[in-house]
Nanobody
């Protein structure tokens, strides 16, 4: 059974940084496009960033230049480095194996002074 486990969320002041991690079980991590989503209270879940098996990346306009997605296939892990955080970035962040129903449980990120 595939499992995705996120970590690294927390409370940070505006302008601060956090690094999220998502560890995937199983030995087929390397063949999947991976993505990070987020869902703020009262809003729909939105796609934040994706990374292909060849490390090509794509970002939502709202996070371009501030967030960086990366992956380590040897560790079955995808990361989301978040810099210059804003209160609008407050949300639960989820990782997903794209084009599948496999999602992590989510990790809360709160940006507040």
């Amino acid at each position: 059974q595939v499992q995705l486990v996120e970590s690294g969320g927390g409370l940070v002041q505006p302008g601060g940084s956090l690094r999220l991690s998502c560890v995937a079980s199983g030995n087929i991590f390397g063949i999947y496009v991976m993505g990070w989503y987020r869902q703020a209270p009262g809003k729909e879940r939105e796609l934040v960033a994706t990374i292909t098996t060849g490390h090509a990346t794509n970002y939502a306009n709202s996070v371009k230049g501030r967030f960086t997605i990366s992956r380590n296939n040897a560790k079955n892990t995808v990361y989301l480095q978040m810099n210059s955080l804003k209160p609008d970035d407050t949300a639960v962040y989820y990782c997903r194996k794209m084009n599948t129903d496999y999602w992590g449980q989510g990790t809360q990120v709160t940006v507040s002074s």
